[in-house]
């Protein structure tokens, strides 16, 4: 199965753009990059997913490299709310096979 | 309109005993899957439902859990003989096709 690695844990200014970095080297060209993330105490949230090609929608981007091992979920303006751990997952068939996530603090 | 949701939100037992946990899916999805989260650790699949029948349970640990969704809608993970090891918060998420998955809040289980 693949496996997503990620940093465990990042910073960014309030009002940035927070750039999550994950790789995913051992993916299979059928499985697809989904984002999601988990405040505190809450089950985990859709965020974006992707194939091949980027990916944009209302919360953020997804900029996947052309050999498919690494992606970045952009979060164009951080806000204090988007404190949490972030999680790339690959979907393999109908599973989703998590790494332990990246804890991201959006500092004011 | 209505997520998913999961009962009890927290549930402390004891070892050895039986306990059973509910989940209800955003209605009309007819995928449904449990996963196991321990602390800071991303959620592990136990088990996938298409409809009544469960298509994926290779994610359970082992014979002491089992799961049941009769009637196509509301499941239930049912553990026996629990163990310490057994303490996670146990999600439920349903979806429509084999996409976006709707997550519930999770049931906290603590096994003394």
């Known amino acids: 199965d693949a496996k997503t690695t990620q940093p465990p844990s990042m910073d960014c200014a309030e009002g940035r753009a927070a750039n999550l970095p994950c790789n995913h080297s051992t993916i299979s060209g059928n499985e697809y990059v989904y984002w999601y993330r988990q405040i505190h105490s809450q089950g985990p949230q859709y965020i974006i997913h992707g194939l091949k090609n980027n990916e944009t929608n209302e919360m953020a981007s997804l900029i996947i490299t052309e050999d498919r091992k690494s992606s970045t979920l952009i979060l164009p303006h951080a806000t204090l709310r988007d404190t949490a751990v972030y999680y790339c997952t690959v979907h393999s068939n109908y599973q989703l096979i998590w790494g332990a996530g990246t804890k991201l603090i959006i500092k004011p | 309109g209505a997520g998913v949701s999961q009962t009890p939100s927290n549930k402390v037992t004891e070892k050895g005993k039986y306990v059973e946990l509910r989940c209800d899916p955003i209605s009309g999805h007819t995928a449904l899957y449990w996963y196991r989260q321990s602390l800071g650790q991303g959620p592990e699949f136990l088990i996938y439902?298409?409809?009544?029948?469960?298509?994926?349970d290779s994610g359970l640990p082992n014979d002491r859990f089992f799961a049941v969704r009769p009637e196509g809608s509301v499941s239930t993970l049912k553990i026996q003989r629990t163990e310490r090891g057994d303490s996670a918060v146990y999600l439920c998420?349903?979806?429509?096709?084999?996409?976006?998955?709707?997550f519930g809040p999770g049931t906290r289980l603590t096994v003394l």
């Open positions: 998420a349903s979806s429509l096709r084999q996409d976006e998955q709707f």
């Open positions: 439902f298409q409809g009544t029948g469960a298509a994926d």
